[in-house]
Nanobody
Framework: VQLQASGGGLVQAGDSLRLSCAAS????????VGWFRHSPGKEREFVTA????????YYADSVKGRFTISRDNARNTVYLQMNSLKPEDTAVYYC???????????????WGQGTLVTVSS
């Protein structure tokens, strides 16, 4: 499966953004998808993940209540709605896919190219 992340940009603190992760491949809707982020000087960080059917999700504590992950399997797309953005959310956001839902980056076999989110104070 191939993944294409999009939707990043420059926003102010308190604003919202929606990221998209478009998957290609016949079995794309069978994969769990996770979002991870990486900012300079920090380790890659788990953000959120969703199983193939959309009825199971995980969130990092730092984004709970602000970010929402969802998916539209008819469009082979997973969305990350980010509200109440903070400067510390600034990072390159990557989507990743695997058959198993996980919060561990190394469990994911397929990765998109990343999209930059910059939140100014």
């Amino acid at each position: 499966v191939q993944l294409q992340a999009s939707g990043g940009g420059l926003v102010q603190a308190g604003d919202s953004l929606r990221l998209s992760c478009a998957a290609s491949g016949r079995t794309a809707s069978s994969y769990a998808v996770g979002w991870f982020r990486h900012s300079p000087g920090k380790e890659r960080e788990f953000v959120t993940a969703i199983n193939w059917s959309g009825d199971s999700t995980y969130y990092a504590d730092s984004v709970k209540g602000r970010f929402t992950i969802s998916r539209d399997n008819a469009r082979n797309t997973v969305y990350l709605q980010m509200n109440s953005l903070k400067p510390e959310d600034t990072a390159v956001y990557y989507c990743a896919a695997d058959f198993t839902l996980s919060v561990v980056a190394t469990d994911y076999d397929y990765w998109g190219q990343g999209t930059l989110v910059t939140v100014s104070s």
